[in-house]
């Protein structure tokens, strides 16, 4: 059996590299694999939060999944808070993991920075959080973007330290699944770094929630360099800026690096950049007037993400009684 299970943090509006990296390949999967969509909201907490933009943000994730084209009556869409599971998996994970396995995690020392001492136990320990949260569900396989990749190993790691350390394998080992034309989504200011919601400038990323006229400026504004477009792939190896304006208007209209590269070689980059305003437009305008439209009910998606959990903790719990019996923890 083949089961999907991803997660989206609400720590901001929701961006392209989260579109093109995450939910445009779960709207092609949920019509194959029963699948899970969370609104990871535990995870949102490891670094500090607002309590009312954490509230309006998870809503808006939430709104966001359904105004891309996630079907919240074929999957289940759900906050992660709302199914107390994933916590106490969490912690039973979290007592068979060596502390070398997270020391290795990239995104861990990215988010700490220098100041690791001041770093949250929570951010140290997001990733056994995240395999808690796939290895709940027994869940397969496991669409993300190339920056979780790490932590998808580590998913597999615990589960099968576990089957080892208890002669029982409870947890099948998830796959990462890191498809699509967009993988990695870049900052529109800094083709070397990613579109991330975290970052303080609003003009590195192209959120969900932008219109057209938001969308026109921040991509005229686009980082580049003076040269025209370039003739060929390779000749855009070391313009990262401009390597990555291309990856994503092909991502965005189906067409390979190769196809768009040759359809704009030798021209001016203002053209190129008008064109790619025109296809975000396209592509982002109807989600953000749908997103805007959910969210003027927010009783409607409360009642979605309710459901939701019910259904995720109809799964979660046998699961979670099967780790009990497996550790040795009385079920009375
Ligand atoms: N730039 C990106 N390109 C492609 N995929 C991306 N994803 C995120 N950024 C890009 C994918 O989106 C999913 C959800 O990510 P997340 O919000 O849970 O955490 P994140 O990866 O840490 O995303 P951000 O935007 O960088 O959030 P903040 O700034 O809050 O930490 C994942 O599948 C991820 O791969």
């Known amino acids: ?61 939430a709104a966001t999944y359904i105004a891309c084209g996630i079907d919240p009556v074929k999957n289940i869409i759900f906050h992660q808070s709302g199914v107390q599971e994933h916590a106490m998996l969490a912690w039973l994970l979290g007592t068979i993991t060596p502390l070398g396995w997270l020391n290795r995690m990239t995104q861990f020392k ?49 589960a099968g330290a576990f089957a080892r350390q208890f002669g029982k394998e409870v947890f099948p080992l998830p796959e990462p699944q890191i498809f699509g034309a967009a993988t990695r989504v870049m900052s529109l200011r800094d083709g070397q770094k990613k579109m991330s919601k975290s970052d303080e400038s609003d003009y590195s990323r192209i959120n969900l929630t932008d219109d057209a006229e938001t969308i026109a400026l921040k991509v005229r504004k686009a980082k580049t360099d003076p040269e025209p477009m370039p003739e060929t792939v390779e000749a855009m190896a070391e313009r990262y800026e401009v390597a990555n304006l291309v990856g994503i208007y092909g991502a965005l209209s189906d067409m390979t690096r190769e196809q768009v590269v040759a359809r704009y070689a030798g021209q001016q980059l203002s053209g190129f950049k008008k064109d790619l305003t025109d296809l975000c437009v396209e592509k982002i305008a109807p989600i953000s007037a749908e997103l805007n439209r959910l969210m003027a009910a927010p009783g409607d998606i409360d009642a979605i993400l309710k459901k939701g959990a019910d259904r995720a903790s109809a799964i979660a719990k046998p699961v979670l009684a099967e780790t009990y019996d497996a550790m040795g923890l009385l079920r009375v």
């Open 1 to 61: 059996m083949t089961r999907i299970f991803s997660g989206i943090q609400p720590t901001h509006h929701l961006h392209l590299g989260n579109y093109l990296g995450a939910i445009r390949n779960w709207v092609g999967l949920q019509h194959q694999y029963e699948s899970i969509f969370c609104i990871v909201d535990l995870h949102a907490l490891t670094v500090p939060q607002d309590p009312a933009a954490l509230l309006r943000a998870t809503r808006e994730v």
């Open 110 to 158: 990215e988010k700490a920075g220098k100041a690791r001492d001041n770093a949250g136990l929570g951010l140290y320990s997001y990733p056994v959080l995240m395999a808690a949260d796939i290895l709940l569900y027994k869940a397969t396989h496991v669409p993300v973007g190339e920056d979780q990749k790490q932590h998808i190993e580590l998913a597999r790691d615990i």
